[in-house]
C-alpha cells in the first residue's frame, strides 16, 4: 500500500469520548476521521461502560482514493477495475438513528474482464448522501471499443465493427433503515438505466452491442427488474469442429430414451428473501450475425425473458427467432436454410427447432430437416419429391 501515516486516537473525559482516525497511502487512498459521542456508566463502574442507542453522535469523514485497482484483489478471478474515489460525509444524530450527509465521487472508473470480453471505461459517478439515502445523481460508463469481430459473407454482419463503444448512463435512489426497537431493518432502492449503442462483449470472437432501458427496483425483500432492449449488432463466433461428418459405412437409428441420471447434491446457496421477478423484452434487430458448429446465419426475431415466483426464480424464454440467409456446412454439402425457426416457450436451453436446409443447384429438393427440442433433436434427411 505504500503505507505513510497509520494513526487512531481516542480521548475519553468523562462520559465523552472523541476519536480521529488518520490513513495515508501512496496506492490505498488517504482517510481522515473524527468522531464524538457519549457513554453511560451505570452505578459509576467503568467495567460496565455501555453505548446507549440514544448517545449522540457527530462525525466527519474525508476519504481520496486515487488508485481503485488496489481493491481489484477482492474482485472475482479474472476482473479488474480501476479509478479514483472521493467523499466528503458528516454523520449526526443518534447511535441508533445515524444521519448521513455528503457527497460520493468516482472519476475514470473502469470493468474488465478478457475472459468474458467485458470493458467498461471512462466511468463517473456523483452520488449525494442525505439522511438514510443515497442518491445516485449521474452514473456513466462507456462501452469498450477493442472488438473488431465481423462474419463476411451474404450470412454474415452487414455492418462493419463499430469504433464507438457507446455509452450507459443511470441515476437512482437507494433508502435503508436500521434495526429498531419497533422496526425490522430495510432496504429499498430504485434504480433507473439507458443504454445507447453500449458494446457489452469486445472479444475477438465476439461482439455485442444494445440500446434501450432498464428499471430495477427492490422493495418490501422482492427485487423487480424491466426493460426492453433491441440489439444493435452482434457478432458471436463458436468453434467450428463440431460440423458433422459421415464416414464410409454408417447407419443411423433413433437411439432409445436412457434413464435419467440422478441430478447431483445441491451445495450451499445464498437466496434470496423472494424470488426475483423479471420481464425484460430483446429484439434482435436486423444485424446478430451466428457462425459455427457448421452454420452461418443472421438471426431475427423478439424473446421475452422472465423468472418469478411461479417459475421458481428461474429464466423462463419466450419468442420466436428465425434464421436470416443461413448457410450449413455438414457432410460435405454446403446447404441453405431455406427456412429456420426456433421456439422458446419456457426453459431458455430447451427451444424447439423447425429448420430445414437444401443442396442447391439441384433439380431436386434435398436436404437435411431438423425438428423436436434442443435437448432432442431429430435429424432426417428431407427430399421432394420423395427418394
Request: a neutral charge.
Amino acid at each position: 500500500a505504500g503505507l505513510r501515516q497509520a494513526e487512531i486516537e481516542l480521548a475519553l473525559q468523562g462520559q465523552n469520548l472523541r476519536s480521529t482516525l488518520r490513513w495515508s497511502s501512496q496506492r490505498a487512498g488517504e482517510l481522515q476521521a473524527q468522531a464524538h459521542t457519549t457513554l453511560a456508566w451505570p452505578g459509576n463502574d467503568w467495567r460496565q461502560a455501555q453505548w446507549p442507542a440514544s448517545a449522540p453522535l457527530a462525525a466527519q469523514i474525508s476519504a481520496q482514493l486515487p488508485e481503485l485497482g488496489v481493491w481489484s484483489v477482492l474482485a472475482p478471478p479474472g476482473w479488474r477495475v480501476k479509478g479514483t474515489l472521493a467523499a466528503q460525509v458528516q454523520v449526526a444524530g443518534t447511535r441508533s438513528d445515524p444521519r448521513w450527509h455528503g457527497s460520493l465521487s468516482a472519476e475514470q472508473f473502469a470493468l474488465r474482464s478478457v475472459l468474458d470480453g467485458v470493458d467498461l471505461q471512462d466511468g463517473q459517478l456523483q452520488a449525494t448522501l442525505d439522511g438514510q439515502q443515497l442518491r445516485i445523481d449521474r452514473l456513466q460508463l462507456k462501452g469498450g471499443n477493442g472488438s473488431a469481430a465481423r462474419i463476411l459473407g451474404r450470412s454474415g454482419n452487414r455492418t462493419p465493427a463499430p469504433q464507438d463503444g457507446g455509452l450507459l448512463t443511470a441515476s437512482g435512489l437507494v433508502q435503508w433503515q436500521l434495526p429498531g426497537a419497533d422496526a425490522a431493518p430495510r432496504i429499498d432502492m430504485q434504480l433507473q438505466a439507458q443504454a445507447e449503442h453500449l458494446q457489452l462483449q469486445v472479444r475477438a470472437d465476439r461482439q455485442l452491442s444494445v440500446s434501450g432501458q432498464l428499471q430495477a427496483r427492490l422493495h418490501e425483500r422482492q427485487f423487480t427488474l424491466r426493460g426492453q432492449l433491441r440489439t444493435d449488432r452482434a457478432t458471436l463466433i463458436l468453434p467450428d469442429g463440431s460440423a458433422p461428418q459421415l464416414g464410409s459405412d454408417v447407419y443411423v437409428r433413433t437411439p432409445q430414451a436412457q434413464p435419467a441420471s440422478p441430478p447431483p447434491a445441491p451445495g450451499p446457496t445464498l437466496q434470496a428473501a423472494l424470488p426475483p421477478d423479471i420481464d425484460i423484452g430483446l429484439d434482435l434487430g436486423d444485424d446478430f450475425a451466428l457462425q459455427g458448429h457448421g452454420i452461418t446465419t443472421r438471426l431475427t426475431g423478439a424473446l421475452r425473458i422472465s423468472a418469478n415466483a411461479a417459475s421458481g426464480g428461474q429464466p423462463r424464454v419466450s419468442g420466436e427467432v428465425r434464421t436470416d440467409a443461413g448457410r450449413y456446412r455438414a457432410w460435405g454439402q454446403a446447404l441453405d436454410v431455406e427456412s429456420g425457426l426456433i421456439r422458446f416457450a419456457g426453459p431458455y436451453d430447451n427451444p424447439q427447432l423447425d429448420i430445414l436446409a437444401l443442396r442447391p443447384n439441384i433439380s431436386v429438393r434435398a436436404g437435411v430437416q431438423v425438428t423436436g427440442s434442443a435437448q432432442a433433436p431429430r435429424v432426417t434427411l428431407y427430399s421432394d419429391p420423395e427418394l
